[in-house]
């Protein structure tokens, strides 16, 4: 896959954030069907495992929080 992304037809809003392994953040969106595609400042970043953050809420209003690793690859 090119793009780390949130894919649902019910959310109605999204904060996205991929994080390196320091915690510095490399890529926020609050758009929704928005991803990321493993850049940085517009420059390509090395393989590593990557922390992701994402908060959503659904059209029924209900709000969710999800965290967890992905992994970088080339």
Do not use: A, Q
């Not at 999204?14 to 969106?29: D, P």
């Not at 517009?42 to 209003?61: A, M, Q, R």
């Amino acid at each position: 896959n090119d793009t780390f992304f949130v894919r649902s037809l019910g959310i109605s809003k999204i904060e996205f954030l991929i994080y390196n392994r320091w915690g510095e953040e490399m890529f926020k969106s609050t758009e929704v069907g928005e991803g990321w595609n493993g850049s940085h400042n517009g420059e390509f970043l090395p393989p590593d495992v990557y922390g992701y953050y994402v908060k959503f809420s659904c059209i029924d209003s209900s709000e969710f929080i999800k965290k967890g690793n992905v992994s970088l690859l080339r």
